[in-house]
């Protein structure tokens, strides 16, 4: 499985940016995955951001982001977005797209050692 993060940058806080995970090489239907976005700064652990559940669309969001980020997929692409809106600088650092074989609920979408697939990452930077 291959996952690869597109569509970081640079943005000034308050604007708005929109991440891609594609995924290929998928060894079981993409209906049967979930998808998670978590992102890192340095010297912190890495930390869940939002997750889809591929096949009834149900989401998560860390409480830092709700109201702000949305989660979605495109289920012909095999593509999932995360649409980040009104940045804060606290939103800085590495995203990382990770699947999945596994349904989520509220307890395990945000553990990081769950997901068994990992894109290489990709780095969003907000400046004041």
């Known amino acids: 499985v291959q996952l690869v993060e597109s569509g970081g940058g640079l943005v000034q806080e308050g604007g708005s940016l929109r991440l891609s995970c594609k995924a290929s090489g998928l060894t079981s239907f993409f209906d049967d995955y979930s998808i998670a976005w978590f992102r890192q700064t340095p010297g912190k652990e890495r930390e869940g951001v939002s997750c889809?559940?591929?096949?009834?669309?149900?989401?998560f969001y860390a409480e830092s982001v709700k109201g702000r980020f949305t989660i979605s997929r495109d289920y012909n692409k095999k593509v999932v977005y995360l649409q980040m809106n009104d940045l804060k600088t606290e939103d800085t650092g590495v995203y990382y797209c990770?699947?999945?074989?596994?349904?989520?609920?509220?307890?395990?979408?945000?553990?990081?050692?769950?997901?068994?697939?990992w894109g290489q990452g990709i780095q969003v930077t907000v400046s004041s």
């Open positions: 990770a699947a999945d074989l596994r349904y989520r609920d509220d307890t395990t979408w945000s553990l990081v050692n769950d997901y068994r697939h």
């Open positions: 889809i559940n591929i096949s009834e669309r149900s989401t």
